[in-house]
């Protein structure tokens, strides 16, 4: 069993950073694409950023672009999730996700799911 375990979630005020980290279960993740996606009340999971599963790729949802930064370690089996210059509208419960395979924006296309870190951005 695959477990993924976020961390670095919390309050800050709008323009302020956060720093979020995804860590596997699996020490070898190789041939795992990871993303982040985040859930506001009453919304749909929305992709904010992926990595391929080299990690020499990254890809972006267009309201995070410039903003935010993902990358992943050596071993590959941690993520990060940089994100900069925070607005309230970023306010979500943000999860982390793995996927076999090339990566997509789809969530319905990731096999294993973090419970999930509150980032909440006051104005």
């Known amino acids: 069993q695959v477990q993924l375990v976020e961390s670095g979630g919390g309050l800050v005020q709008a323009g302020g950073s956060l720093r979020l980290s995804c860590t596997t279960s699996?020490?070898?993740?190789?041939?795992?694409?990871m993303g982040w996606f985040r859930q506001a009340p009453g919304q749909e999971r929305e992709f904010v950023a992926g990595v391929s599963w080299r990690g020499d790729n990254t890809y972006y949802g267009d309201s995070v672009k410039g903003r935010f930064t993902i990358s992943r370690g050596n071993p590959k089996n941690t993520v990060t999730l940089q994100m900069n210059s925070l607005k309230p509208e970023d306010t979500a419960v943000y999860y982390c996700?793995?996927?076999?395979?090339?990566?997509?924006?789809?969530?319905?296309?990731?096999?294993?799911w973090g419970q999930g870190t509150q980032v909440t951005v006051t104005s």
């Open positions: 699996r020490r070898t993740f190789s041939y795992h694409a």
């Open positions: 996700a793995a996927k076999i395979g090339d990566y997509s924006s789809t969530y319905s296309a990731y096999e294993y």
